[in-house]
């Protein structure tokens, strides 16, 4: 499986992607699927999402609008699908003829549409999801700690926890909008936090997990996830300078300029910039000299 790792893995995170570059889950079984391998394999070819381009040979003539799929008994059979069960979802999603022919044979026709409106057709039919869970791109079956568990590319945080298989409680998505969505805010603070410490001890960097935590706990304490940077945390800063001192310097006085805004320097990246005592430690007291 791919996986993002370091640096580009960092920002996916930081920055709030709702679209990474390579989503995982890690899938946990309960018993006895968790012990026999079978079971386990059996359940992750399952939950891959199967299109009509995987399993059938597909010929189209474009000029007399014919589309001739031709059905893979094993694989069909496989996905507990029948040909008539196959057509019938192309009719309802196409809204064209479909016949059956040899039992394992589809014949589309379609000789009113257009040629660009038949390649359309076509494309669509390829891409028509037949089983498995949609965003479940591959599945594989791993040993750990004396039982079976499944890794995805892909993720559908949503739809697997349903599948009566599957250990709710210790199966994990990579992604952090999809963990938020389906168990909250709560759990994508703590996810925050496990990929990045997962991340940079990977690369062998130390760091406290508290500075982690204070992190995940600015990108979520308003209930939804927001990244650090100028659309994010950084940008919604009241102080002028502080904005300005983050990206896009330039633009931030320009506008501050226009709108008249003022800064009453109570943070500590403004007093830095005007080279003043920070509101922090000793700079929070003043000291009256004994006369």
Known sequence: LNVTLG???????LDARRQISNPLMQIYLKPPY???????????????????????SI???IRKGILEISLSREKIEGIGLRPRDIAKKIVDKMNVRVEISGGTRLIVRNPEASMLDFK??????????????????????????????VYTEGSNLSEVLKCPEVDIERTVTNDIHEIAGVLGIEAARNAIIEEAMKTLQ???????????MLVADMMTHTGVIRQIGRHGIS????????????EMTTQ???????HGESDRLTGIIEN???????????????LVRKT
């Open 7 to 13: 640096l580009p893995r960092l920002i996916e995170i």
């Open 34 to 56: 968790n012990k026999d391998r079978d079971k386990a394999r059996k359940f992750a070819s399952r939950i891959v999402t199967t299109t009509m381009e995987d399993i059938a």
């Open 59 to 61: 010929v189209a003539d």
């Open 120 to 149: 359309r057709m076509v494309e669509r039919i390829k891409e028509l999801p037949l089983g498995g869970i949609e965003g479940i791109k591959r599945a594989i079956v791993k040993e750990e700690g004396g039982e079976y568990v």
């Open 202 to 212: 990977e690369q062998g960097l130390e760091v406290d997990i508290r500075h982690i």
């Open 235 to 246: 940008g919604e800063k009241a102080s002028v300078l502080a904005r300005a001192a983050f």
């Open 252 to 258: 931030h006085l320009f506008e501050a300029s226009m």
């Open 272 to 286: 830095v910039i005007a080279g003043q005592p920070i509101p922090l430690g000793t700079g929070m007291v003043e």
